[in-house]
C-alpha cells in the first residue's frame, strides 16, 4: 500500500466533498499543487456539467 496519499486523488476527493480549489493544501508552483488542482478541476466539471443537465 503506498503511503504518501495521491495529490491527484485528494483534489478529487475535495471536489467531491464541496471543499473549494483555492483550498488546495500544496505549495503553489508545486507538482503536488498541479496534480491536486487536476483531479479537483476533472471532479468539479463532471459535477457542474451533470448539474446544467438537470435545470
Known amino acids: 500500500m503506498n503511503p504518501d496519499p495521491d495529490p491527484f486523488e485528494m483534489g478529487q ?4 466533498e464541496n471543499i473549494p480549489a483555492e483550498a ?13 488542482a487536476a483531479g ?6 463532471a ?3 451533470s448539474e446544467s443537465e438537470g435545470t
Not at 488546495?24 to 491536486?36: I, K, M
Not at 479537483?40 to 466539471?45: G, I, N
Open 13 to 16: 476527493r475535495a471536489a467531491r
Open 47 to 49: 459535477i457542474e456539467a
Open 40 to 45: 479537483h478541476e476533472k471532479v468539479a466539471s
Open 24 to 36: 488546495n493544501p500544496f505549495q503553489d508552483g508545486s507538482e503536488q499543487h498541479s496534480l491536486w
